[in-house]
């Protein structure tokens, strides 16, 4: 069965870093998209970045130019590293991938941003 598991969430200051990582296991990783989304209290989840299997990478607005998104298809895994991080990128951060229209997500990992 599909399995995504993610690790690295925590609590940083204002303008730190953190890196993200998702380990799958259940499916050929390397030929599919990969996503990180992230839903914060109160508001609807939404997509932060996704990287094709042809390493194209697709980011939202508001990540742009601070968060990259990246994969290692040799450790089944995907990241997010996450620059310059501000208050309002906390949330609860959600690996993805899609298969045959069905989504599956991790647990979820906590990253709180808070001086």
């Given at each position: ?28 990783f390397s030929i599919y998209t990969m996503a ?41 895994t995907v990241y997010l590293q996450m620059n ?32």
């Open positions: 069965q599909v399995q995504l598991v993610e690790s690295g969430g925590g609590l940083v200051q204002p303008g730190g870093s953190l890196r993200l990582s998702c380990v799958s296991s259940g499916i050929i990180w989304y992230r839903q914060a209290p109160g508001k609807q989840r939404e997509l932060v970045a996704d990287i094709t299997s042809g390493m194209n990478t697709n980011y939202a607005d508001s990540m742009k130019g601070r968060f990259t998104i990246s994969r290692d298809n040799a450790k089944n310059s991080l501000k208050p309002e990128d906390t949330a609860v951060y959600y690996c993805n991938t899609r298969i045959r229209m069905r989504d599956y997500w991790g647990q979820g990992t906590q990253v709180t941003v808070s001086s």
